[in-house]
């Protein structure tokens, strides 16, 4: 079946503008997160979702960055007035039910933002 | 917080060695422990996973037990190929708790013919 999709798969933007990534979980997986991964590093957590609710968001850095789920699918990560700190991967997961810590969360191809 | 260490490369080896990634972590309630791995191009997968103590995860010939009593999950091959080389990730989630994965840096592998 159809994995994890992301969209764009590249995004460039210029420094102190609005954009938006979008996640597409597997079909049936009620909990999605969102991730960060900068060059050279592990990916960091930047906010959970389980259903349309966002379980928990102590990851995002700060009030630049919002996340929605409305209908407990989809999801858009959303960063106002990026800054060139913000280039980055961003990866989405979901998995099947999560709340129990041992789902395991599969993974989409990530969006790479370039903030220049 | 959840923390992990993981054993950094870059990791160089030729086909049919033997590989050790060592990975220790440090949680506060009851952890179950991920290998993700990464090829060359493509997104995070899983490679494997252990939720309880004294478990063995396995996959495609690489192993890892979930060592309570070392707070370890270090990961091995017998015998790697040209096609393991990629970055493996270790990680973490608290059962019970947040749901998000805590990474390690990562190790790069790459396997010589």
């Known amino acids: 079946g159809a994995g994890v999709s992301q969209t764009p798969s590249n995004k460039v933007t210029e420094k102190g503008k609005y954009v938006e990534l979008r996640c597409d979980p597997i079909s049936g997986h009620t909990a999605l997160y969102w991730y960060r991964q900068s060059l050279g590093q592990g990916p960091e957590f930047l906010i959970y979702f389980q259903g349309t609710g966002a379980a928990d968001d102590s990851g995002l850095p700060n009030d630049r960055f919002f996340a929605v789920r409305p209908e407990g699918s989809v999801s858009t990560l959303k960063i106002q007035r990026t800054e060139r700190g913000d280039s980055a991967v961003y990866l989405c997961a979901s998995s099947p039910a999560g709340g129990l810590g041992t789902d395991t969360q599969y993974f989409g191809p990530g969006t790479r933002l370039t903030v220049l | 917080g959840d923390s992990v260490t993981q054993m950094e490369g870059p990791v160089t080896l030729s086909e049919e060695a033997f590989l050790t990634i060592n990975c220790t972590y440090t949680?506060?309630?009851?952890?179950?422990l991920f290998w993700y791995v990464q090829y060359p191009g493509e997104g995070l997968q899983l490679l494997l996973k252990?939720?309880?103590?004294?478990d063995k995860g396995s996959n495609k010939g690489f192993e890892a037990t979930y060592r309570k009593e070392t707070t370890s999950f270090h990961l091995e091959k017998g015998s790697v190929q040209v096609s393991d080389s990629a970055v493996y990730f270790c990680a973490t989630v608290t059962q019970g708790g947040s749901e998000k994965l805590v990474f390690g840096k990562g190790t790069k592998l790459t396997v010589n013919p």
């Open positions: 252990a939720t309880k103590a004294d």
């Open positions: 949680a506060t309630g009851y952890p179950s």
